[in-house]
């Protein structure tokens, strides 16, 4: 089993930046798609973006499309989330997981990380 660490999530103001960080240990990192989900107060977890083993396919959900970025650097074994242009509706605690392919995006660990809190004020 993997176990999954998420940072650098943090304040920020509407139109800001932040690039969160998945670091993951095990030695089987390199052989699953990876994705980032999210949960809002009172809201499902829910897909926000996906890539795979060797980060030559991404998937996005429509929400993000064009503002958030999914890179994965497997010597690290680390995925990254870089955001830009945030709104205050991506306000939420982020994870990552695997999943079972950049479509098949249902999570693939049973466990999640601790997640990073992403707070975006307007």
């Known amino acids: 089993q993997v176990q999954l660490v998420e940072s650098g999530g943090g304040l920020v103001q509407a139109g800001g930046s932040l690039r969160l960080s998945c670091v993951a240990s095990?030695?089987?990192?390199?052989?699953?798609?990876m994705g980032w989900f999210r949960q809002a107060p009172g809201k499902e977890r829910e897909f926000v973006a996906a890539?795979?083993?060797?980060?030559?396919?991404?998937n996005y959900a429509d929400s993000v499309k064009g503002r958030f970025t999914i890179s994965r650097d497997n010597a690290k074994n680390t995925v990254y989330l870089q955001m830009n242009s945030l709104k205050p509706e991506d306000t939420a605690v982020y994870y990552c997981n695997a999943v079972w392919s950049i479509t098949t995006i249902n999570p693939r660990f049973g466990s999640w990380g601790q997640g990073t809190q992403v707070t975006v004020s307007s």
């Open positions: 095990g030695r089987t990192f390199s052989s699953y798609a």
């Open positions: 890539i795979s083993w060797n980060g030559g396919s991404t």
